[in-house]
C-alpha cells in the first residue's frame, strides 16, 4: 500500500493513496461554525470565501445561541437580527456558488432540563444542540467544562466533592436528558468531556466506568435516531487527539444506524476542512458508507465515494 502525507490546516494526516482519490471527489460540507459574533474569529463573509476557495457545495453558520443571561461567547442579543440580516445578505451574493444555511447552536440546561435558544427555532434552517455547562451548586453560576480548566475544578470541587466519576456521569445524564427531552437536527461534540483531559489530567479513558458512561450515549442517540457529528474541531485546534467523538464508538454508532454529520466546529476560516480526510478513514473504517448533509434545504445521505 502506498502512503502519501499532506498538510491539512497545518496538521499531518496519513492516506492510503486509492482512498485518497476517492475523498478527493466527495462533496465537502460544513454546518458548525463560529463567527466574531460568539467566540470565533472573523466576519461570516470570510468562511464563505475560504468555502468557495475549498470547492464547499454547503456552509451552515451556527453561532452559540444567545442566553438569557449574556457572557462573552454567546451571540448578543442584540447582534442576533444582524446575525440572520448577514446571513441573508450572503445568501443572495453568493447563493448561485455555495449553499449558505443559518443555524445555531443551542445550550442545553441540565438543572431545568431547557435547551436554550430553541424558540428562534423558525428562523433557522437547522440546530445543533450541545452541553457546554453545568451550574455550580454554591454559586448557581454555570460553568463551563469546555474552557478554561478552572470551571472544571471548581464544579468537581463544589458539586462532586472532587469525584470525577460523578462530574463525568453527569455531563453523559445530561447529553442523555438532552436527546430524551428535546428535538434539533445535529448532536454537538458528544464527548466534550474529554477536552480538557489531555494527558488523561482528571480520567484515564481506558477505565471501563467511563466506557460504560460514554456508550450510554452513544446507545441513547441510536435509540432516538439521533444525528451525531464526527467533530474534527479539538482536534484541529491541538485541544484532544481525536475527533469527537472517540473513533473507537463510530463502530457501535453504524451498528445502531446512527446518522452521521462531518463537522470542523470552525472558530476561524482556516479550520474549515481541517483535518476532514483523517476523519473520513476512521468513518469509513467504522463501516460507514454515506454521510448527512443538508443540501437544497433537506437532509439527505450523501455517498463518501461521490
Ligand atoms: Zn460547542
Ligand atoms: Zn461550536
New binding site residues.
Given amino acids: 500500500m502506498h502512503y502519501i502525507m499532506g498538510p491539512h490546516g497545518g496538521t499531518i494526516c496519513l492516506l492510503r493513496l486509492p482512498d485518497l482519490c476517492i475523498l478527493m471527489h466527495m462533496k465537502r460540507t460544513n454546518y458548525?461554525t463560529?463567527c466574531f459574533l460568539d467566540d470565533g474569529k472573523e466576519p461570516m463573509e470570510s468562511y464563505v470565501l475560504r468555502a468557495l476557495e475549498l470547492s464547499c457545495t454547503a456552509l451552515g453558520f451556527?453561532c452559540?445561541a444567545p442566553l438569557e443571561q449574556e457572557d462573552n461567547w454567546h451571540v448578543k442579543h442584540a447582534d442576533y437580527p444582524g446575525y440572520l440580516e448577514e446571513i441573508r445578505r450572503l445568501k443572495q451574493r453568493y447563493g448561485e456558488r455555495i449553499e449558505l444555511y443559518t443555524g445555531l447552536?443551542l445550550e442545553y440546561r441540565y438543572e431545568d432540563n431547557r435547551l436554550e435558544g430553541s424558540d428562534l427555532r423558525d428562523d433557522l434552517d437547522y440546530t445543533?444542540a450541545?452541553v457546554h455547562m453545568l451550574q455550580d451548586a454554591h454559586t448557581g453560576e454555570y460553568l463551563s467544562i469546555d474552557d478554561p480548566v478552572e470551571e472544571i475544578e471548581m464544579l468537581l470541587e463544589h458539586n462532586f466533592g472532587g469525584d470525577i466519576r460523578k462530574l463525568v456521569g453527569t455531563f453523559y445524564q445530561a447529553v442523555i436528558a438532552m436527546i430524551e427531552h428535546h428535538r434539533f437536527d445535529i448532536l454537538?461534540?458528544l464527548d466534550l468531556i474529554k477536552k480538557r483531559n489531555r494527558n488523561n489530567r482528571f480520567f484515564d479513558p481506558e477505565e471501563p466506568w467511563y466506557r460504560r458512561m460514554l456508550m450510554e450515549a452513544v446507545e441513547a442517540a441510536g435509540s432516538r435516531g439521533v444525528r451525531i457529528e464526527v467533530n474534527t474541531?479539538g482536534l484541529a485546534r491541538g485541544a484532544t487527539d481525536e475527533v469527537y467523538p472517540d473513533p473507537r464508538v463510530l463502530r457501535r454508532c453504524r451498528e445502531l444506524d446512527i446518522p452521521l454529520v462531518l463537522s470542523a466546529?470552525a472558530h476561524s476560516p482556516g479550520d474549515l476542512n481541517c483535518c476532514f480526510d483523517a476523519a473520513l478513514e476512521q468513518i469509513r473504517d467504522a463501516g460507514y458508507t454515506h454521510l448527512d448533509m443538508l443540501l437544497e434545504g433537506t437532509w439527505q445521505q450523501v455517498p463518501i465515494t461521490d
Fill in positions: 458548525h463560529h451556527s452559540h447552536e445543533i450541545s454537538g461534540h474541531g466546529d
